[in-house]
C-alpha cells in the first residue's frame, strides 16, 4: 500500500512550487509532511476525509494547512478530499442533508429535487440538517480513517511478527 500511494502522490518539488499553495512554502520543507508512516497517513486520513464532507469550494485549500498543522502527509490530505467531487457531490451531500435531519428530528423535504435552484429556493430550511449532517460525516469519517489506518498498520505488524 505504502508503495502505491507514493507511486501515486504528487512529488514535493511539484507542490512547492504550486502557484496556489505558495503560501504554504516555507511550511512545505518539514519532512513529516512527506513522509509515508503509520502516523503521518493516519492523520493524513483524518484531515482529508474531515475537509472532505465540509461543503465549501476549494476544500483543498483548508485541507492543506490543517495537514500542515498536524504534520500530516500533504499530498495524501489533499487527495482525499477529492472524494467530494462533482459526481458525488449530490448523493453524499442528500446522504448528509437526511442524516442531519434524522438527528434533528426535522421532516425531510417531501418534495425534494436534487438540483440546485431547488435547493437554493430551500435553503433557509433545510441548511440545518445539512449543516448538521456534514459535520457529523466529517467528524465520523475522520475517526474512522486515523483509527482504521492505525488498525491497519497494527494487523500488518502482528502478521509480519508471527510470520518468523
Avoid at 512554502?25 to 484531515?47: E, G, P, T, Y
Avoid at 457529523?136 to 488498525?151: E, K
Amino acid at each position: 500500500m505504502k508503495k502505491l500511494l507514493k507511486h501515486y502522490s504528487p512529488k514535493p518539488s511539484d507542490l512547492k512550487n504550486h502557484k496556489h499553495l505558495g503560501w504554504l512554502s516555507k511550511h512545505l520543507h518539514d519532512v513529516s509532511l512527506w513522509n509515508f508512516n503509520r502516523k503521518s497517513i493516519s492523520k493524513a486520513f483524518a484531515v482529508g476525509l474531515f475537509f472532505a464532507f465540509i461543503p465549501v469550494p476549494f476544500q483543498m485549500l483548508l485541507a492543506a494547512p490543517a495537514a500542515v498543522i498536524f504534520a500530516a502527509n500533504l499530498p495524501l490530505s489533499i487527495a482525499l478530499v477529492w472524494i467530494t467531487n462533482p459526481i458525488t457531490m449530490p448523493p453524499i451531500y442528500y446522504g448528509c442533508y437526511k442524516l442531519g435531519a434524522w438527528i434533528l428530528g426535522v421532516q425531510i423535504e417531501s418534495d425534494f429535487v436534487m438540483s440546485l435552484e431547488y435547493v437554493w429556493q430551500v435553503f433557509d430550511t433545510i441548511w440545518q440538517p445539512f449543516l448538521l449532517g456534514c459535520l457529523t460525516v466529517s467528524v465520523v469519517t475522520s475517526f474512522i480513517g486515523y483509527f482504521g489506518v492505525q488498525l491497519i498498520y497494527r494487523y500488518r505488524i502482528y502478521r509480519r511478527m508471527n510470520k518468523l
